[in-house]
Structure formats: C-alpha cells, structure tokens
C-alpha cells in the first residue's frame, strides 16, 4: 500500500473512532440524564403523589371521626334528659302496727316513704326501726312494743333474717302482748318477702324453747316465719292477719 493510501486510511479511521466515541458519549450522556431526570424528578414526584394521597385519605379518616363524634353527641343530647330530683316512690317495705277495735285486734301494714335507689336490707332496717320509735301522735295504729326497745343488730343473709333486739322487748305485759310484739317484728321484717324466716334475739340472746320471750315464757320456734306463726297463735289474731 502507498504511503498516501496508508495516511487517507488513518485520517478515516481516526474520524470514525473520534465519531463512535461522541455517539457513545451522547449516549452515557442521555442515560445519565435519564437517570438523573428519572431520579431527581420521576421519583420525588411519584413519592409526592404518595404522600398526597396518605395525606388525603388521613383527611377524609378525620373528617369521616368528627362526622361520628357529631352523631354520637347528637344521639346524647337526644337520650340523656335534664337531671331530675330522685323520685320518692312507695316502697314494699313496711311496717306493721295494731288496730283495736272492742275485743279484736288486727295488724295493720303501713308503707315507707323511700327513695327508688334504696337497697331492700336498708328498706328493711328502717322499717323495723320505724316501729320500734312507736306510732306518731296522729298515726291510728298502736304497738305492743315496750317503750326503749332498740335494735341492736339486723342482717339479711342467705338463710334468713337476723334481729336483735334490746332486754326492753322482753319485759311487761301478757302473754297477748307479747304475741303481738312478735307478730310486729316478724310482718315488718318478712313484708318484702313474706316467705322468710326470721332469727330472733334479745341482747344476743336467740329466743326458742330453751329460752322463751318474757316471764309468760312465750315459745318460739326458730327461724319464725309467717306461716308456722298462724298455726302456733291465738285465731283471734291471726285470722284478721291474714285476711
């Protein structure tokens, strides 16, 4: 080959490697701008998009709560009622006195006057401690309970009523007397449940036959319960108790 082919062929290589190496230069120049493009604006767009819509569902979430409170304190408003005084109802609970009339004496119910939210141990306690404060001036009852009888204890249990009361119930009068102090203190305990029996005592002392009530040596039979009290008592009594 002449030295003048040898140098046209070096110029048109040199021009066709200088020409492949600015092809591949735009080339690693377009990928790198792609790149950067893709990375500096296609992602941090995409990732701002996410974000608006986390922010935006959060949005409707809390506007979605509030309508809810909005509910929730309108349906309030709607059920709860002004507060109102509690109300006095007539109670179950109640106390029993005696009404004389020529020969014949009955036992006559008196109802309490208590709130609605009172517990039936409380209802029954007051009661029991209504009657031994003795009728009111103007009550039309009597009782055959001795002026000072106190109420020394009183529980509601499981197995029955327990009262005890003070040495004053044991002491004075006939055997009359004491059959209807008894029948006082075993209608007002048992007048929420008529089904009861009742443990009675003086100063701790339970009374039965070992230990009778008073000096006529009234025979109890424990617990005392309505029922076994009509069968054990004078008819002239307890016919008009449980008319």
């Not at 992602?43 to 809390?62: G, K, N, W, Y």
């Not at 709130?115 to 001036?137: I, M, Y």
């Not at 204890?153 to 009359?176: A, H, K, R, T």
């Not at 209608?187 to 003086?202: E, M």
Request: one cysteine or more; a negative charge.
């Amino acid at each position: 080959m002449s030295t003048h082919h040898t140098a046209d062929f070096r110029k048109k290589l040199k021009q066709f490697s200088l020409s492949w190496r600015t092809a591949a230069v735009s080339v690693l120049l377009c990928s790198g701008a792609a790149g950067l493009y893709w990375q500096g604006v296609y992602i941090p767009r995409q990732r701002s998009e996410a974000v608006a819509m986390q922010l935006q569902e959060l949005t409707d979430s809390v506007e979605r709560l509030e309508t809810l409170l909005q509910s929730s304190a309108t349906d309030s408003r709607r059920v709860v009622s002004p507060t109102t005084p509690t109300k006095i109802v007539e109670s179950q609970a109640q106390s029993y006195w005696l009404t004389v009339s020529g020969a014949e004496i009955t036992l006559a119910s008196q109802p309490l006057d208590i709130t609605a939210s009172t517990e039936p141990d409380v209802a029954l306690r007051t009661a029991l401690e209504t009657l031994l404060a003795g009728p009111k001036e103007d009550a039309d009852g009597v009782t055959a309970i001795p002026t000072g009888t106190r109420l020394l204890s009183f529980e509601v249990l499981p197995q029955g009523i327990y009262i005890d009361l003070s040495n004053e119930f044991s002491v004075g009068g006939g055997s009359s007397s004491m059959t209807t102090r008894v029948a006082q203190v075993l209608y007002t305990a048992t007048s929420l449940d008529p089904a009861a029996g009742v443990f009675l005592s003086v100063e701790g002392q339970a009374l039965d036959e070992t230990y009778p009530l008073g000096g006529e040596g009234l025979l109890l039979s424990q617990p005392l319960t309505r029922a076994q009290f009509v069968k054990d008592f004078p008819p002239n009594l307890l016919k008009t108790i449980e008319d």
